[in-house]
């Protein structure tokens, strides 16, 4: 059954509001349900106007300013709460040292583990509140035994599970996503906003990175690391051209090569590989990202660890589809087999295991295996 406090007894509540429109209406439904709710703002930056500005829905001064204006409308008490280092820390080293490291992070997803269910639950229970509540599309389950399951929202259109992968059964037990069990559109929950008088009814939704000002993820790296000429490579090593920095690519990556040459075949090259030990990235046909098994670290289960080999369906982008796979854990790693190749798995990248509509746990993509190799 879905876990609804509100048929138990009132919770204090404390309502992370970003400053978009899903966060708001969480935050008034979670009032309205009868829990003491407060709203809080996170400011993650020490220097705000750095944060992307406009449509966004998450850290800058006006997305501040918009969350209180909601907070009033609801009538709940706001504060602004300062994580700015933490989130520097957590995310954005992260985010640097991963594309430094030739892998390909998820900032929102580690903000999620870092910031809004570690850094921002650890201080809420110390303030005596109950819960967390924010305005993920997801579902928390308590079942006949006590225990909690996180599973997909209501809406698979909606559904933002896989950035909650990394949560715990202990994060689980104080989470809140009254969005979860909605079956409407986005267009239904605008209108809930505009009906209940929240002015961040018609604000776009936030997309991107938010702390990369001008949404220019390669000049971001570029001034943090620096530049860095290195060979564009084919399979058997021939150069095919230079690069400014190894970070700047992804595997799968198709545009921005600037290579000149042709392929043999005339079909379009992507990125098969990025060295940073040699600062070469490598380049081939399509044919050559499918992907047969990876290896994940750093695993983290919603609930009890699974034992044994098991069948599951898998994900590995946030706004992607599922795949079939077995997986077991194997010295503390997670190795997956795909039942089909995949295309285009990179290093870093979050894999999120379900069961049916359960988030088993979430991994972090370590190695991967060509489809063509013997992954046996």
């Known amino acids: 059954m879905t876990d609804t406090p509100q048929r138990t007894r009132p ?5 992370a509001m970003s400053g978009g429109v899903d966060s708001a209406v969480a935050a008034a ?10 709203g809080v703002h996170l400011a993650l930056s020490a220097n705000p106007q750095s944060f992307r500005t406009g449509a966004r829905g998450c850290c800058t001064i006006e997305d501040s300013r918009d969350a209180r204006r909601a907070a009033d409308v609801i009538g709940i008490p706001f504060y602004v709460w300062d994580l700015a280092d933490r989130f520097r820390e957590d995310v954005v080293e992260d985010f640097v040292a991963e594309y430094e490291a030739g892998r390909t992070p998820n ?8 910031i809004k269910f570690a850094a921002l639950l650890d201080k809420a229970l110390a303030l005596g509140f109950d819960a967390v509540c924010t305005g993920h599309y997801a579902q928390v389950i308590l079942r006949e035994d006590g225990t909690r399951e996180l599973h997909r929202a209501s809406d698979m259109a909606k559904d933002q599970s896989y950035v909650l992968g990394v949560l715990d059964d202990r994060q689980l037990a104080h989470a809140m996503f009254p969005l979860g069990d909605t ?40 001034n943090r690391i ?17 690069h ?4 700047g690519f992804t595997i799968g990556q198709r545009k921005g090569l600037r ?46 660890a699974p034992t044994g080999a098991g069948t599951y369906t898998a994900q590995l982008r946030a706004h992607g589809g599922e795949t079939e796979v077995t997986a077991e854990v194997v010295d503390g790693e997670l190795r997956v087999r795909f039942a089909e190749p995949v295309r285009g798995v990179a290093p870093g990248q979050a894999i999120v295991l379900y069961d049916g509509t359960r988030v088993v746990g979430s991994a972090t993509i370590a190695s991967t295996v060509r489809a063509t190799a013997d992954v046996a």
């Open 183 to 222: 079956v409407t559109t986005k267009e239904e929950i605008r209108a809930e906003a505009e009906r209940r008088g929240l002015a961040v009814a018609k604000k776009p939704d936030s997309h991107d990175i938010c702390f990369i000002a001008d949404g220019d993820t390669q000049g971001f790296l570029a």
């Open 11 to 15: 919770l204090r509540v404390l309502a």
């Open 107 to 114: 900032p929102c997803l580690r903000c999620n583990e870092k």
């Open 259 to 304: 290579i000149g040459t042709p392929a043999p075949d005339g079909k379009p090259r992507y990125v098969l590989d990025i060295s940073p030990v040699t600062n070469t990235v490598t380049v081939g046909p399509a044919a050559s990202l499918d992907v047969g098994a990876l290896t994940a670290v750093k695993p983290r289960w919603c609930g009890a």
């Open 29 to 38: 439904r979670a009032a309205e349900a009868g829990h003491d709710v407060t």
């Open 244 to 247: 400014e920095g190894a970070y």
């Open 226 to 242: 620096g530049r860095a000429e290195g060979d564009i490579v084919d399979e058997s090593g021939t150069k095919l051209g230079t």
